[in-house]
């Protein structure tokens, strides 16, 4: 079983409907990181979050460490929000990240 | 602006023959890393550097090989590539945590390295 776990896997929406992506994770971490890889290839980091809530424009980032469950969710989804979002980990006690396999979503217009 | 740049985007070679790719940032990050990404797969460690003259293995480092000799630059190296290198790369720097000893702060990806090995 992964240590980091997405769904769903592919998402294609209308623009305008409200995305919700999740990930679940199996170990104790100090924080979580969602990016977002556009079809060029770069990865962006768009949030890193250790409790709650955060907020960036569109984009909300929620995360409830007991459950070890973040969701990252878009309203007002519009078609340049196509992209792979991929939420990460921390390796416990090591400096690197492990990844979900990540989520592509479209979303049309 | 703060950014991590990588070099080239885009390579075309042959088995055997040696590469480096480039990578640099200007963030004065202690920690960097590269990454392989392949469908179904993932992105995956290859190795990393926590400072200067400090570098590890991480979760695929076979037929790699990497050096940090200046804090900004991080190279990976490819003495013989092989067609099962054929990947996409990213190179990632951070800030190092000591307390707590794990990756809870920002990373800075560079644009990526699309390899194919024929």
């Known amino acids: 079983k992964n240590e980091v776990e997405q769904s769903p896997q592919n998402l294609t929406a209308q623009e305008g409907e409200f995305i919700t992506i999740n990930c679940s994770y199996s170990?104790?971490?100090?924080?979580l990181h969602w990016l977002q890889q556009h079809p060029g290839g770069g990865i962006v980091s768009l949030f890193m979050?250790?409790?709650g809530k955060k907020k960036h424009g569109r984009l909300i980032a929620t995360i409830n460490i007991q459950e070890k469950h973040s969701s990252l969710h878009i309203t007002a989804s519009h078609p340049r929000d196509s992209a792979v979002y991929i939420c990460?980990?921390?390796?416990?006690?090591?400096?690197?990240?492990?990844f979900g396999q990540g989520t592509r979503l479209t979303i049309n217009p | 602006e703060a950014q991590v740049t990588q070099n080239p985007r885009y390579l075309i070679t042959v088995t055997g023959k040696k590469l480096t790719v480039t990578c640099s940032q200007n963030m004065n990050h202690e920690y960097m890393s590269w990454y392989r990404q392949d469908p179904g797969l993932g992105l995956r460690q290859i190795y990393y550097?926590?400072?200067?003259?400090?570098?590890d293995k991480g979760d695929v480092p076979e037929g790699y090989k990497v050096s940090r000799k200046e804090k900004r630059n991080f190279p990976l190296i490819l003495e013989s590539p092989s067609p099962n290198q054929t990947s996409l790369y990213f190179c990632?720097?951070?800030?190092?945590?000591?307390?707590?000893?794990?990756?809870?702060?920002?990373?800075?990806f560079g644009q990526g390295t699309r390899l194919t090995v024929v």
């Open positions: 170990v104790g971490i100090s924080a």
């Open positions: 550097s926590m400072n200067v003259e400090v570098t």
């Open positions: 990460a980990v921390p390796h416990q006690g090591a400096q690197k990240l492990v």
């Open positions: 979050l250790s409790s």
């Open positions: 990632a720097s951070s800030t190092l945590n000591r307390v707590p000893y794990d990756m809870n702060t920002e990373a800075f």
